[in-house]
């Protein structure tokens, strides 16, 4: 028995170059589509994840601009500020505190990085204090300082590749010329930990020649209210407080700007898809229509004609949607290395993510339009006038 479908799919094989072109159509946009949705929430997981990975969720520093100078921190900027200890003492006693950690940022010139030099990061960190932070930081050889106030680094695992270090070599401070020995090297964590040389504080410190910190990670109680707790201190005199939450909150709507105008381009190439879906069908629907005349007087109702020519734009939709969801889950790692070009400062890991919730939205999306552009061609379908089209030529 030949099923409405099965005749819609006869049909489309009639002019099949320009079945092809359409669904090609249909199929970019579903791609874009769905990329977009995958980008939005995959750049979102993994900028919460490296917000996680810094084992603290407010940063307290000497007073300024806060996204510079947590720039600063964490791309390796100069022109740091300083402060002292007792900053962070003063902190780790209130209630809502769980853990803080003092951090000393150094950047010294290397003439041996890159063709005209370049700066190496230094973080002078508390090694009882800091790692408990950070229990994720997994090592792929050796481990954290054996003493706290000894000549040794641990390095992130890039940097390590950079400088072409393992455990128990010696790297030389630049500038200072102060020999240091690796005690360890971690794993790619695909943070800015990767790119960063680790130094008990107080080595860093005496190397320094400064009793200041630059920074305080703090770690709030599970059940603390953060916001309270921010507001607190920004009460502290000459410091400025960095929420990660706030942060994120910035980041995202940069990103968000981008994506309303990816978004716009989306719905163009979902249009113009459609608009191929109403020719393809429509031309279609003329090509035939003396055979929709011989139906009718066969006695095939209006309603007949319009499920079958209806049929057509459904088989058509779906067939490219679910074409272009297969092609952007199998493209979707070569379409974050696009836009970590382009975004240069994306966090870490995989910046599209396409599940199966996304991927049913983006096909609901192309049925529902699709479906709503076929209704002119079915309408004009169904009501054919039988002994008008068998007449004409």
């Not at 791309?75 to 002292?84: E, F, P």
């Not at 041996?112 to 230094?122: D, M, Q, S, T, V």
């Not at 320094?208 to 005199?237: H, M, R």
Request: aromatic fraction near 8%; proline fraction near 5%.
């Amino acid at each position: 028995m030949i099923t409405p479908f099965g005749i819609a799919y006869r049909n489309l094989l009639r002019k099949r170059i320009r079945t092809v072109l359409t669904l090609a159509g249909i199929m970019l946009s579903s791609w874009v589509l769905v990329s977009l949705f995958g980008f939005n929430q995959g750049y979102e997981t993994a900028l919460n994840r490296d917000i996680d990975n810094m084992g603290y969720q407010l940063m307290v520093m000497a007073k300024g601009c806060p996204y510079e100078s947590a720039t600063l921190m964490l791309q390796g900027g100069k022109g740091i500020r300083y402060m002292d200890e007792k900053v962070m003492h003063d902190i780790a006693k209130r209630p809502e505190v769980q853990a803080v950690t003092p951090i000393l940022m150094q950047a010294f010139f290397d003439p041996n990085k890159g063709e005209n030099g370049g700066i190496a990061g230094y973080f002078g960190v508390d090694p009882a204090s800091f790692p408990a932070m950070k229990p994720f930081l997994k090592f792929k050889k050796g481990g954290w300082f054996k003493d706290p106030a000894g000549d040794e680094v641990v390095m992130g695992y890039e940097a390590a590749e950079l400088e072409q270090r393992e455990v128990g070599d010696q790297i030389m401070v630049p500038e200072k010329n102060v020999p240091l020995k690796v005690a360890g090297i971690l794993e790619r964590t695909g943070t800015q930990d990767d790119g960063t040389i680790f130094v008990p504080l107080k080595t860093l410190q005496k190397i320094s020649q400064t009793d200041k910190i630059t920074t305080v990670g703090i770690k709030g109680k599970k059940d603390a209210d953060l916001a309270k707790l921010e507001n607190d201190l920004y009460q502290l005199p000459d410091v400025q407080v960095v929420s990660f939450a706030q942060v994120k909150q910035t980041i995202m709507k940069l990103i968000g700007t981008a994506r309303v105008m990816v978004l716009s381009i989306a719905v163009i190439a979902l249009l113009i898809a459609m608009v191929g879906v109403i020719n393809t069908v429509l031309m279609s629907v003329y090509e035939r229509k003396q055979e929709i005349g011989i139906l009718k007087t066969m006695g095939a109702m209006p309603g007949d004609i319009f499920r079958l020519v209806w049929c057509e734009t459904l088989i058509l939709c779906l067939g490219g949607g679910m074409l272009g969801i297969v092609q952007a889950v199998v493209f979707a790692n070569l379409t974050g290395v696009l836009v970590r070009r382009l975004l240069p400062y994306a966090p870490g890991g995989a910046l599209v993510t396409i599940d199966a919730r996304l991927s049913l939205l983006t096909l609901a999306i192309i049925l529902v339009v699709g479906l709503l552009s076929g209704l002119y061609p079915a309408w004009r379908a169904g009501s054919v006038r039988p002994l008008e089209s068998i007449r004409s030529e």
